[in-house]
């Protein structure tokens, strides 16, 4: 897809493509026959740029066909650069612009519990975006209103877009700071399809706080060349890399 | 200024790159000069001045509301801070961080930020900023420039620099034909006459790099003899009023043209300044309360009408309104 796009970003897709298949496809109450349904499970996106992991499942999961997904970032379609609430069904919310995902997924939380509406929101946000003062007055803003129904999942990758996250804006102790932060914090592989169930599952039960799930993920995981190197956070592979990583994509798969 | 000869280069150059390199300059004179940046080192192109000057560079990390805020505080003490980021983001999130601490404040920050237009391509519509002429022209203390190409960005960077007040600086994403050289003249405020036809019917008004269209503009209309007058509005805040409205009473209507939200922009500043001086018709060229989206460069601005046929289209129906 990127590679076809010649431009987007594959390191953080590929790192949470584990996550989002356990979402999408064993996890989400959701009819892609009817995306209005007032009663589905919310998955937000925040970090849109990685918005390839979600295209690929919305396709699969039947909102769309397949065969768009050769379309990402083309004039004229649907599947835009960074995801669009008004142009493809299943997108929730449009994202891009960092560090606004959460406060929209608390937003939904909190409408739903006035309501008595069972559902619940995932926002799916990243390390990078931590950066951002306004994730913070939503962190606060969840555990003050106590949004159990509100799950986000972290794609803890150690990498934005300049470099390490380490490097470029510190953020350890993470755990640390989601607990002063009154959240609940599972921390897990997110490479493995259990450890995320069963994360997920935990966050079910929990009726005190809002759950901050931090996936430890390989950003380019499966592609030796992209794995753990920032500079593949936003750079589209020409012709032979985008061969060699389907070679080892596929193999992976057997 | 009569010109005709004006020379097109044939390689695309990357205002993007110019300002780089020109902060390296800066950073070689100026010992004061410090630039921050909020995650985005290369796509700003300030890895330049951060390779050459490591302990004067600083990246706060995606945190553009702290950017601002940090930078005002370093002029505060007397640093001369350049702070980059995408013009979506700075001055889209940060704006009253600019207002308040920058602008009310009164200190000398220099934002200049990149990704300013609808030539942002396939990142779509998030990324493409069509309303920051609109929010930094609306500030007091503020000085607003978009360069028409990478020569021009060089000299406004050396020129903000040497000012006191807050600037902002808006740069494409796309490279551009270079069409100005080092003697090209270039002063704030200072709107300059690329083209003059003799008796011409009509003024062509740019901002940014829709302004080598303009040229191409005229070049076609004169061919159809119909001459025309070009000006390149580099600086969109101060306007320069007396080069507006002189074209303006020699032509008797205008077309201008930003790569840009028509509200508010630069064809808005035009517009107050005629309405106020000396009404003409005047024809806008700019995204026409739309947001974008993916794509080519060259696709979008065609289909948003920034090209050199729709100048053209746009002159001709202005020259008719005169009739009117
Ligand atoms: C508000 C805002 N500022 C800047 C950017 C530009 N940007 C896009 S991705 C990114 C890095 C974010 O880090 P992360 O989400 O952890 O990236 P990844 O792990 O996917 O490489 C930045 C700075 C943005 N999208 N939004
Ligand atoms: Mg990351």
């Not at chain 1, 949004?147 to 390490?164: A, E, F, P, W």
């Not at chain 2, 505060?76 to 308040?100: D, H, L, M």
């Not at chain 2, 396939?122 to 190409?149: C, F, K």
Request: aromatic share 8%; net charge positive; charged share 25%.
């Amino acid at each position: 897809m990127i590679s076809k796009a010649g431009s987007g970003h594959p390191a953080g897709s590929l790192g949470m493509v584990e996550v989002f298949v356990t979402l999408y496809f064993d996890i989400l109450n959701h009819d892609p026959k009817n995306p209005d349904w007032p009663m589905r499970d919310r998955l937000i996106l925040s970090n849109g740029h990685i918005c390839p992991v979600l295209y690929a499942c919305l396709a699969h999961s039947g909102y769309f066909s397949p065969k768009q997904l050769s379309s990402l970032r083309k004039f004229g379609s649907p599947l835009q650069g960074h995801p669009e609430r008004t142009k493809l069904s299943g997108v929730e919310i449009t994202s891009g612009p960092l560090g606004s995902g959460l406060a929209q997924a608390a937003g939904i939380a909190l409408a739903a519990k006035m309501d008595g509406m069972r559902f619940r929101v995932f926002a799916i946000t990243s390390d990078g975006e931590h950066n951002e003062g306004s994730h913070w007055e939503a962190i606060m803003f969840a555990s003050k209103y106590r949004l159990t129904n509100l799950t986000q999942i972290i794609d803890r990758n150690k990498i934005q877009l300049s470099g390490n996250t380490e490097d470029i804006m510190p953020i350890e102790p993470f755990v640390e700071k989601y607990k002063s932060f009154n959240w609940h914090v599972i921390e897990i592989n997110g490479h493995d399809f259990d450890e995320i169930k069963d994360a997920i599952s935990q966050a079910r039960n929990e009726y005190q706080a809002p759950t901050a799930i931090i996936a430890n993920t390989i950003p380019g995981k499966g592609v030796s060349f992209m794995e753990n190197r920032y500079e593949w956070h936003g750079k589209a592979p020409n012709k032979i890399e985008t061969k060699k990583a389907l070679k080892e994509l596929v193999s992976h798969d057997k | 200024m009569i010109n005709k000869t004006i020379k097109l280069s044939k390689k695309l150059n990357s205002c993007r790159d110019a300002f780089g390199k020109a902060l390296i300059e800066a950073g070689e004179k100026d010992q004061n000069v410090v630039v921050l940046t909020a995650d985005l080192e290369e796509s700003t192109r300030v890895h330049y001045f951060k390779n050459r000057f490591p302990e004067r560079f600083f990246d706060v990390g995606v945190s553009e509301q702290a950017l601002a805020a940090i930078a005002s505080g370093l002029a505060n003490y007397g640093k001369t801070p350049v702070i980059t980021s995408f013009a979506t983001f700075s001055p889209g999130r940060n704006w009253e961080q600019i207002r308040t601490t920058i602008c009310i404040n009164k200190v000398p920050v220099k934002i200049v930020s990149t990704h300013a237009g609808i030539n942002v391509g396939e990142d779509g519509a998030t990324h493409q900023a069509l309303e920051d002429i609109a929010l930094m022209r609306v500030l007091p203390n503020m000085v607003v420039i978009s360069p028409s190409d990478a020569e021009e960005t060089r000299k406004a960077i050396c020129a903000a620099l040497k000012t006191k007040t807050p600037v902002y600086i808006r740069l494409p994403r796309y490279e551009t034909k270079m069409y100005t050289t080092p003697r090209t003249p270039f002063e704030i405020g200072k709107a300059v006459c690329l083209w003059q036809g003799k008796d011409p019917k009509v003024a062509i008004m740019a901002a940014g790099p829709s302004a080598v269209k303009a040229l191409k503009a005229a070049q076609t209309l004169s061919k159809n003899g119909i001459e025309s007058l070009v000006l390149n509005n580099h600086t969109i805040k101060p306007i320069d009023q007396e080069a507006i409205v002189n074209a303006a009473k020699l032509t008797g209507c205008v077309v201008t043209i930003e790569d840009h939200q028509i509200k508010g922009g630069f064809g808005s500043a035009v517009a107050e300044t005629l309405s106020e001086l000396f009404p003409v018709p005047i024809e806008f060229i700019g995204i026409n309360d739309s947001f974008g989206e993916s794509g080519k460069p060259k696709e979008l601005l065609t289909k948003f009408g920034l090209t050199a046929e729709n100048i053209v289209e746009k002159a001709l129906k202005a020259i008719k309104r005169k009739m009117i």
